[in-house]
């Protein structure tokens, strides 16, 4: 292979923790892959199984969920509802096939620029090595038309 | 047919030197729907601003996304500037293409490709925005404070004092708390009822203030600036409208071996009393349960005693209902019961008390006149031990934390000991002295240099009788030996405990509370006076153990939080919160249970007999705080969030 | 008296009492094999009531027809435990009161059935204990063991396969007792979260989305597997889930009336071990 495999990752972060550690690897200035693209959402316990769903279709090869910690939810409760839910879709995708390597999660505060960039490189590197979802992109190749918005 | 603006910001070089701006406009030009697609220096100037607003206007864009810095920077900049150009602010959004692009790639083309992908779906999104409105809530302004100890007091009077209405509710039947009961106060021995019987009195008497004593809430419903409050007025058996306070009943009454929970069980009282002689209002109330007439049906000397006929054994609870638009919490402490330490002889030997009846011992109006006296036989002890922590940072029998305030009491105790007894000896087990505040520190140095009392740092393991004596067994850990103190007297410096009801109170008003009872504040550090419940505040003691200045230094904290929410006539809120599609939804009620803010209702929809045709969930905007986790939970895909809605997300997503 | 006759007298006295307003059992199905469900609303029609080692389907979904419970009537139901597990999940969701539903409960031990004692959901509370942990209906079970050996590569494939058969008619959801929503995620196209039409991708979705939001709340009583016109082994997906909340959560599906959904709710100290 001349070329490396470049993955896309969609990553479905909460807006007081997640994004805001985010942003502040930017201000710090660190350098990460640039394989990820960011959706920002309230708070963890707003983030859907269905999300993952569609970046898969979109031809994502990995999916990143990230929120507060535990106990520092803005919203008190959103991510331990979050973390219930990601624990049973977890072991249904895995069931079904959808390797639990593809699909990440963690817990990034406001503070940890580094704990992001960090993350973000070793997923990076890590579906790199998983190739892309090649199951997937059948499937998604059979239905030919896109997805209607 | 959407037309979006994209404004792309090359905020100098930030975004400039890595992202190709000129290509990322040329091809977000292209995308359907857009109807404006160009860059600039900086956006967020002045100029910049007007470009947008120009743009706005002479395009007549339908939304805008300016792709800039994080939203955390500058999306109220851009908002706002939108408003003013007569776009709806909601239907702008921020592309991040510096903190999440331009700063954190180093190679120019990736951050390019990168950055038309995050403007991209950003557009999908606002094409999917709606034009929403900031929600306005009326705001009841009338305050209710609950708990009539110094807290709630320093509350109700600050919020009275800037005009607005506020209703004191004291569950007791005066004003006071535990303020009252104390005799001087640490660090400048005044006495406490000199400083406090006057705010009793001015909280009494603010025209802006109704004062409900021997009243307890018993029902809080609604949402901040919209509560609906239910009280329960306990009867009294006494009229309080024709009675004037004279005692003549109180000197009659034949119960007279009452233990007075005002003196911790150290004096006494009568059936028909006050709590004390200072008692606001000075009205007595009927102890049901000990009244001879409740308990054979016969006495009534009150009756006979009274002139103005203001007994009323028939007399019934009586419940009142207030709206209210903000909730002060003040409901205090209580003391540990040290009944659990079986060594220290507490409930067996009568001279072991704890540190609040040696207050009311200490007391001038206590049932010893402020002589320091013992319990068992009256006499002046010669030699007391006080014994601190207990209670206090014992895991095993008390509790985990540290009371804050009993190093300070406890050596306060020392001094007034040595003032009222001359010669007395006193000796203070402890196991650090936490003298940190205004004066404290110098306040505990003067009770070990000028007032000689005796620090021995160490545990006490057993407290028995000998010969007339308490004799207290410890250890010296400096000099590392055991001690053995012949006392007259021992005082416990009991942990502070949250009200025995606590978490039962937190859950009819809607609060949070810790593992202990103790009420949750929103953010330990930087909301420590809100609770997580918009429009509920904390104040004093139930929220963790505090001294008097802390106390009142945080009811002055809610009072101006509740006086911020009473400026305006209306509240606005951000918009971002559920809405439910009543058509679709199953009723399920999972998000009920999943909401963190009660802040979904069970709602019935009737036909027009009245009859239950479908029960479905509703959601109090006043309550929302837009998290979405009710969204994620609903099968049925009925409940959805303003401004991050299943349409907008599914489109960010699918337009990457 | 065979346990048949039993039920058919109990549900005589229940209809002619004016107890209940109606009966839900079975009756003869088109093939000697099969049964049917009988509503029954006269003490007259009890006899056409069979009850026998072919009554295997849930007849709990019936009670959550739209106006049955209204009128504030009582219903009898035939029920195996895995249905008097489903009234605890419909009551404990408000989509029933179960103090309207006359239980006649019964288990088929082999082929024979042997009558359970109790009438109230509650009564079974005690039953639905022993259950814990234990697979209702072993069918299947040795592909469920391949399939847990698997990689997900090659679970991956065998449901390609199996969903490749898959025609999106939803018997399955029209089955299932807890599938009771006036409107399913798929039937919402704004956004359209599923895909609709039967490929395979899009039969990927829908079954995730129906294990998912069934996870914690099936019983495992068949219905769906049963009613798959192309045999989509779809039940072995929901024994998955079944056995997840069980472990990590300690949730067993019907425990009780009572009982909080576990999907939303939460504890502090719930597992985490795979959030980086």
């Known amino acids: ?149 | 047919m959407s037309k979006i603006g994209v404004f792309i910001c090359h905020c100098g070089e930030n975004i400039a030197a890595k992202v190709d701006c000129t290509r990322v406009a040329e091809v977000l030009g292209d995308h359907p729907g857009v109807g404006a697609s160009v860059e600039y220096k900086y956006f967020c100037s002045d100029p910049g601003q007007e470009s947008v607003k120009r743009a706005i206007r002479e395009n007549n864009l339908t939304g805008v996304v300016v792709a800039a810095c994080s939203p955390r920077m500058h999306e109220a900049t851009f908002r706002k500037a939108c408003a003013e150009a007569g776009l709806n602010p909601y239907m702008c959004e921020i592309a991040n293409i510096r903190e999440q692009c331009s700063w954190v790639h180093n190679d120019g083309e990736q951050a390019t490709d990168k950055a038309i992908d995050i403007i991209r779906s950003m557009v999908e999104k606002v094409k999917r925005n709606n034009m929403l409105q900031p929600i306005e809530v009326p705001v009841t302004r009338r305050a209710l404070v609950i708990g009539g100890g110094i807290a709630g007091i320093q509350a109700a009077l600050d919020i009275a004092n800037a005009g607005q209405e506020v209703v004191l509710v004291e569950r007791e039947p005066s004003l006071g708390g535990h303020m009252a009961q104390l005799s001087e106060t640490f660090p400048t021995l005044d006495c406490s009822q000199c400083i406090m019987t006057p705010r009793m009195v001015e909280a009494s008497q603010h025209p802006k203030i109704r004062l409900l004593t021997y009243a307890e809430v018993e029902h809080v419903d609604g949402y901040i600036g919209n509560f609906k409050v239910k009280v329960r007025m306990k009867a009294r058996y006494v009229n309080k409208d024709t009675c004037t306070g004279c005692g003549e009943c109180i000197t009659k009454c034949p119960q007279k071996k009452l233990s007075s929970e005002f003196d911790c069980g150290i004096g006494k009282r009568t059936a028909i009393y006050t709590p004390f002689a200072q008692a606001v209002p000075n009205k007595p109330v009927i102890d049901k349960d000990n009244c001879t007439y409740f308990k054979n049906g016969k006495c009534k000397v009150c009756v006979k005693s009274c002139p103005l006929d203001c007994i009323d054994f028939e007399m019934q609870d009586e419940f009142i209902d207030l709206e209210i638009g903000a909730i002060v919490v003040a409901t205090g402490f209580q003391v540990q019961n040290n009944a659990v330490y079986g060594e220290y002889g507490y409930g067996k030997y009568a001279d072991v008390i704890n540190g609040l009846q040696f207050e009311r011992l200490a007391s001038a109006s206590g049932p010893t006149s402020g002589k320091i006296l013992r319990p068992s036989d009256g006499k002046e002890p010669e030699n007391i031990v006080f014994i601190q922590c207990a209670g206090s940072r014992d895991p095993s029998k008390g509790v985990k934390y540290c009371s804050k305030i009993c190093c300070m009491y406890t050596a306060k105790h020392a001094m007034l000991y040595a003032h009222k007894v001359h010669g007395g000896k006193s000796n203070i087990f402890y196991m650090d002295i936490r003298a940190a505040g205004k004066g404290y520190d110098e306040f505990t140095r003067r009770a070990i240099e000028e007032d000689e009392a005796g620090y021995v740092r160490g545990r006490v393991s057993k407290v028995w009788q000998e010969n007339g004596k308490l004799m207290v067994r410890g250890a010296d850990t400096l000099l590392g030996r055991p001690v053995e103190v012949a006392a007259d007297m021992v005082v416990l410096a009991t942990a502070m405990v949250p009200q025995p009801d606590a978490k039962d109170f937190a859950k009819v008003v809607g609060i949070g509370y810790d593992e202990y009872g103790f009420f949750n504040e929103a953010h330990l550090k930087l909301r420590p006076v809100e609770s997580s419940t918009a429009g509920i505040y904390l104040a004093g003691a139930c929220q963790s153990p505090k001294d008097i200045p802390d106390s009142v230094a945080q009811a002055s904290a809610s009072a101006s939080k509740v006086l911020a929410l009473f400026s305006k006539e209306k509240l606005e809120r951000e918009p971002v919160i559920a809405v439910n599609n009543e058509a679709t939804c199953a009723g399920c009620w999972g998000c009920v249970l999943a909401c963190p803010y009660n802040a979904i209702e069970k709602k019935d929809i009737l036909d027009r007999s009245g009859k239950v045709i479908k029960r479905v969930a509703s959601v109090n905007p006043g309550l929302c705080q837009g998290c979405g986790t009710c969204v994620t939970f609903c099968r049925s895909n009925s409940i959805d969030l303003a401004g991050f809605t299943e349409k907008q997300i599914f489109a960010e997503v699918m337009g990457l | 008296m065979s346990i048949e006759q039993q039920y058919r007298t109990r549900a005589k006295e229940l209809l002619s009492s004016g107890e209940v307003k109606m009966v839900i059992g079975y009756s003869k199905g088109s093939t000697p094999d099969r049964r049917r469900p009988a509503f029954i609303s006269t003490p007259e029609d009890v006899e056409t009531l069979v009850l026998d080692g072919a009554c295997i389907a849930n007849l709990s979904g019936y009670l959550v027809t739209e106006g049955l419970l209204s009128d504030e009537k009582r219903v009898a139901v035939f029920l195996r435990p895995e249905g008097i597990r489903a009234i605890n999940i419909l009551a404990a969701e408000f989509q029933l009161n179960a103090a309207q539903v006359e239980i006649l409960g019964f288990n088929t031990e082999g082929n024979e059935p042997t009558a359970l004692s109790g009438s109230k959901v509650d009564d079974f509370a005690e039953l639905i204990g022993t259950l814990k942990g234990i697979i209702p209906d072993t069918a299947g079970e040795e592909l469920y063991k391949k399939l847990e050996a698997m990689s997900p590569q090659e679970r991956f494939d065998f449901w390609q396969s199996e969903f490749s058969k898959c025609i999106k008619c939803y018997a399955c959801r029209q089955a299932c007792p807890m599938c009771y929503c006036r409107r399913c995620i798929v039937d919402n196209n704004q956004p359209q979260w599923v895909n609709t039409s039967s490929h395979t991708l899009g039969n990927f979705e829908w079954n995730i989305v129906r294990a998912f939001h069934l996870s914690g709340r099936c019983v495992e009583c068949g219905n769906c597997d049963r009613a798959c016109p192309v045999n989509i082994p779809l039940r072995l997906i929901n024994r998955k889930m079944a056995g997840e909340v069980l472990e990590a959560f300690d949730h067993f599906a019907g425990s009780s009336q009572t009982q909080e959904p576990v999907m939303a709710s939460f504890k502090k100290d719930d597992t985490e071990t795979f959030i980086l």
């Open chain 1, 1 to 149: 292979m001349s070329e490396q495999f470049e993955p896309e990752i969609v990553a479905f972060v909460c807006t007081y923790c997640t994004y805001a550690g985010a942003d502040l690897a930017g201000t710090s200035r660190l350098k990460y892959a640039p394989n990820v693209r960011i959706i920002r959402l309230p708070c963890t316990g707003r983030i859907s199984p269905m999300f993952i769903l569609k970046a898969l279709q979109k031809g994502a090869d990995g999916v990143l969920i990230s929120g507060c910690h535990p106990g520092d939810c803005h919203f008190t409760h959103g991510n331990y509802h979050a973390r219930r839910r990601w624990m049973v879709f977890r072991a249904l995708l895995n069931f079904i096939g959808i390797p639990p390597e593809r699909i990440k999660y963690s817990w990034i505060s406001a503070a940890e620029g580094l704990k992001f960039a960090d993350l973000i490189n070793s997923i990076t590197e890590d579906i790199r090595k998983l190739g892309p979802f090649e199951q997937y992109d059948k499937l998604i190749a059979e239905t030919e038309a896109q997805a209607s918005l």
